[in-house]
């Protein structure tokens, strides 16, 4: 390393500042301090110098730590400590979230998104820019969580250690410091409208110029807090994106204060008037009601989406008269809960039934199982794979936490929105352009009228805001998505509405998805089966959450369930396991008896063989759900459908008059099978809606733009899906599908509505007829008026298509 001091006056390449006299010269880049170029150095150590690349000066400023803070972060090698931090921590794998102040633009994302890369501990991480949270997945056994926070405070994002902190307490904090700022503004305001309203009332000029110069200064006195208190955030936003060399929405609300302070602070030095301190306190007073307003506005679609979370599990309660389905928010510590192979674990808990086979890939990321003993704790979020096992519940539910989770499990397979992009576009280029108008406008009334030039420039800055553009699609989208939860579909996040719009091919699985899953008719075919057999079958059939093993363990008779070993599930096949030290096997005929089925036995089949000899198999007739004809044809005038089924060909008489096409009825698909479908349709430029039932199709789910699972009573959460339908709303499928486009519409429309405000309000504000006050007053009136048009329309509309 060489180090090499220069005069030129430039700025450092990590955070923007100016470097001084002496920058410091390393890989021939400048540096303002010691700090950022450590930081650069380790960046580029690792490879990560593509964080210059995303944006310029993408750092921070750093300042030099101190020397005695090395064991800063010793405290949290105490267990204690961890507990209350940790999410998560079993199996040497932990997972953590953080809040992060300096998380601040794309370069932050991504560097704090590829930790992988500085430090093979840790497996993944992702960031919620909105919260400024990163969550964090390691190995505990490469890296201590007190070895991460040093790294991540060493390339200086150093995180708010608070453990157990209420965000909400957190974020009243916030609205309380908002609430006194507009306390502020207010006073000032009336007051300053006090000490100018003399001006306008006839014969003003006669007012004694003594007096005139007193309410002058205290307008100022009183501009002051209002200017660099109240309106600091508006100040340190644009200084920020300038420090960046970005133009941000903020620039010209600080641009038009503070060219109103300056102007009116001449005429008062200068004697020739009171200035326009009025205009600017009541400026800043309506800009803080409307960011409050807006506030309020986002914190009730934020809670609502969050803490009532739609999100749709149902839990199996053991109580003292026996089994029953209650949904999720109905959970508490201290009940006791039966969980099958493949379903969620709702809650921390602790295992008092059974053998754990833990899966927290839904957590984690990591597949590996991890084996749990009676009396283990075990952490919400996990799957049990195997045998059921019984849990006492430890913690309530975090439906919010699983919400979380959900939102990240299939964090690579995000699109990119195209009308996201396109206000990304337009907000590029809008501020600029403001600034122009607001420029050219002053300009010619400095000649043509050159008392209207102040407010013409001021008002055109203010009064343009591009906010009303950005609001559109959440609002609109988030108000459509509480709709469909009300009626029993429930959306991974808004992003899957326009995913819906755009899609044009749906593939149905069969079993479970357009077939009762637990109604079928059933009869055992063989010899008659001992009272003995049946209870050995039902024991089995207990510990598996497929459609079939359902039907089987409510239909045959009542009894005794006794524990099963070695218990195997192989999807597609069939079930196996030893009860009462008998082999047992459920499944397909190929499976238990390793023989094909033949065209005479084209049914829906669960063969019994019980050590070695085989008894006979149950028939299914399967019921179709209610209204299917109807769903298909009205989907057919929209989409091209198929249908795979890991079931034998006895449906295929009965679906085909529904999907028209032999070459769209796919069946004795394996979940392999159903995944190199999906994938070949992807290829062929389809936009795929696969709907299923979570269970041998999660591959498929996962591959296809949208993955919906279609839920019964007791709900088969899947991670790999992106929406679940409750089964009972089955029939109203396309309508829910449709209503995607009457959303496309409304945002369209609410887009035309934010237009059409911004040129109405630039063309009056260019004329110089419209004061900086009404400009403040306007702009959060833009806002509320497309929040308020994008919910009433959407609930107008889900009332008309009746849902």
């Known amino acids: 390393m060489t180090e090499q001091q220069t005069k030129t006056k430039t700025t450092c390449i990590h955070c923007g500042d100016d470097c001084g006299k002496h920058p410091i010269i390393w890989d021939e880049k400048p540096f303002c301090c010691n700090g950022c170029q450590t930081v650069y150095q380790l960046l580029n150590s690792k490879q990560l110098g593509r964080y210059y690349e995303i944006e310029k000066v993408p750092g921070i400023k750093i300042e030099q730590p101190e020397p005695e803070a090395s064991d800063k972060f010793n405290f949290l090698d105490l267990p204690e400590i961890q507990t209350k931090l940790l999410d998560f921590s079993d199996g040497g794998i932990s997972k953590v979230r953080f809040f992060i102040p300096s998380i601040h633009c794309a370069s932050c994302i991504w560097l704090l998104e590829n930790l992988h890369l500085l430090h093979q501990g840790v497996i993944q991480s992702s960031v919620n820019f909105p919260k400024k949270e990163v969550s964090i997945t390691f190995k505990d056994e490469k890296i201590s969580l007190r070895k991460l ?240 096992v019984e849990l006492l519940v430890q913690k309530e539910v975090e439906q919010s936490y699983l919400t979380q989770l959900w939102n990240q499990s299939r964090g690579q397979k995000q699109d990119e929105a195209s009308l996201s992009n396109l206000i990304n576009k337009v907000s590029q280029y809008f501020t600029i352009t403001i600034i122009s108008i607001a420029l050219a406008a002053a300009i010619y009334w400095q000649f043509a009228d050159s008392a209207k030039s102040i407010f013409a420039f001021t008002s055109v800055l203010i009064i343009a805001c591009p906010c009303a553009l950005a609001l559109t699609i959440p609002f609109t989208f988030g108000s459509t998505m509480r709709q469909f939860g009300r009626k029993g579909f429930y959306l991974k996040n808004a992003d899957v509405i326009e995913k819906l719009y755009r899609t044009t091919t749906v593939v149905f699985d069969k079993t479970g998805t357009i077939t009762h899953a637990q109604s079928s008719r059933v009869r055992f075919e063989g010899n008659q089966l001992k009272q003995e057999q049946i209870v050995l079958i039902r024991s089995l059939c207990k510990h598996s959450s497929h459609p079939l093993s359902k039907t089987l363990f409510n239909q045959l008779e009542e009894g005794t369930i006794w524990e099963v070993e070695n218990f195997t599930e192989l999807p597609s096949l069939g079930l196996s396991g030893t009860v009462n030290k008998c082999k047992v096997n459920l499944g397909s005929r190929y499976f238990v008896t390793g023989q094909k089925e033949g065209q005479e036995e084209l049914r829906t089949q669960v063969w019994v063989n019980m050590d070695g000899k085989t008894l006979g198999h149950f028939h299914f007739e399967n019921r179709y759900r209610e209204g299917l004809d109807e769903t298909i044809d009205e989907l057919h005038q929209h989409y091209d459908l198929h249908l795979i089924s890991g079931d034998n060909e006895a449906e295929r008489a009965n679906l085909l008059p529904l999907f028209k096409d032999h070459a769209r009825l796919n069946f004795n698909q394996s979940p392999t099978d159903k995944l190199a479908y999906v994938q070949e349709l992807q290829a062929n430029g389809k936009n795929t809606l696969m709907i299923g039932d979570g269970l041998n199709d999660a591959g498929a789910l996962m591959e296809s733009k949208v993955g919906l699972v279609i839920a019964d009573n007791i709900y088969n959460f899947t991670p790999a899906c992106d929406a679940i339908l409750q089964a009972s709303q089955f029939g109203k499928l396309d309508r829910f599908l449709q209503f995607t486009r009457t959303s496309l519409t409304i945002v369209k429309l609410s887009f035309a509505i934010s237009f059409l405000y911004n040129l109405v309000g630039i063309s009056f504000a260019v004329s110089g007829n419209l004061s900086p006050i009404v400009a403040a007053i306007l702009m959060p009136l833009s806002s509320v008026t497309v929040v308020a048009f994008a919910t009433f329309s959407v609930r107008v509309a889900a009332s008309k298509a009746m849902l």
Request: hydrophobic share 40%; glycine share 8%.
């Open 149 to 388: 926070v040093e790294l991540l405070a060493s390339i200086h994002y150093v995180p708010e250690i608070n453990p157990k902190a209420d965000t909400q307490e957190q974020g009243s904090k916030s609205t309380r410091t908002l609430l006194l700022k507009m306390g502020i503004a207010g006073f000032s305001f009336l007051n300053a409208m006090i000490y100018h309203f003399p001006q306008y009332l006839p014969g003003a000029n006669e007012l004694e110029a003594g007096f005139r110069q007193l309410f002058g200064w205290l307008s100022f006195a009183l501009s002051i807090p209002v200017l660099f208190y109240c309106a600091s955030d508006y100040f340190l936003s644009a200084w920020k994106s300038l420090k960046k060399k970005i133009i941000s929405i903020d620039l010209p609300i600080a641009l038009g204060l503070i060219t109103l302070f300056v102007q009116s602070t001449i005429e008062i030095v200068s004697h020739s008037g009171i200035g326009y301190f009025d205009s600017l306190t009541g400026l800043v007073f309506f800009l803080l009601i409307g960011k409050w307003y807006q506030g309020i506005t986002y914190e009730a679609l934020t809670f609502e989406r969050n803490y009532k979370s739609y999100f749709p599990v149902a839990v199996t309660k053991l109580s003292e008269n026996g089994k029953e389905t209650i949904p999720l928010e109905q959970l508490q510590a201290g009940d006791r809960i039966l969980v099958r192979n493949q379903e969620l674990i709702p809650a921390d808990a602790t295992i008092v039934s059974g053998q754990g086979n833990i899966d927290y890939s839904f957590v984690t990321g990591e597949s590996i199982p991890v084996s749990k003993q009676t009396g283990d704790f075990v952490f919400a979020g996990g799957r049990q794979s195997g045998s059921a």
